[in-house]
Each structure stands twice: as C-alpha cells, then as structure tokens.
C-alpha cells in the first residue's frame, strides 16, 4: 500500500513537499517513481530515484524538483520549489507496479 501526502494549493512561486509512505518491508531494496496527471492529459513520470539513491527527473521539472528517499521510514519525497501554473495536477507515487491515491497539487494565484 501506497499513502500520500503534501498537495494543497499553493501560489505561483511557492513550495510543496510530497510524501509516499509505502508499507512492505522490500522498500529499500527498489526504486521509485513519482507521476502526474493533469485533466485531459496522460500520467507522465516526473521523477525517479533507485534503491541506491540515484536520480532522474523530466525536463520540465529539472532543477525545481527534488526527489529523495528516507529508508528507514518507508518513504520518498517530492520537494516542490518555484512552483508554476502548470505543475498543477494530481501527483502519484508508483512502487513495484502499485499506485498511490494520488495528491493533488494546485498552482494558482
């Protein structure tokens, strides 16, 4: 199971962090991913970290996203800065093939 947390709504701008508790006891030997999805638009990946810490964003995100992971709580964060109109979307962690709820994150003046 997947839970996460973070969204809410936030001017053009700011900052959001999201979290993904994953429940398991393999968490730390997999990496994972955060997705978005827009209305109207497909889930793309955003970001993605390895069991070994290394990571990898998409071009429209670089150098404003920050995805780490914290083993000994089970879960990966999403550091959202400088927040656009168009990072607004529901945001979603994948796990093994398992998908979050998803969060929503609205970028809005």
């Known amino acids: 199971q997947l839970v996460e947390s973070g969204g809410g709504l936030v001017q053009p701008g700011g900052s959001l962090r999201l979290s993904c508790v994953v429940s398991g006891s393999v968490f730390e030997l997999y990496g994972l991913s955060w997705y978005r999805q827009a209305p109207g638009n497909d889930r793309d990946l955003v970001a993605y970290?390895?069991?070994?810490?290394?990571?990898n964003y998409a071009d429209a995100v670089k150098d404003r996203i920050t995805i780490s992971r914290n083993n000994a709580k089970n879960t990966v964060y999403l550091q959202m800065n400088s927040l656009k109109p168009e990072d607004t979307a529901v945001y979603y962690c994948?796990?093994?093939?398992?998908w979050g709820q998803g969060t929503q994150v609205t970028v809005s003046s």
């Open positions: 970290i390895t069991a070994g810490g290394t990571t």
């Open positions: 994948k796990f093994l093939g398992t």
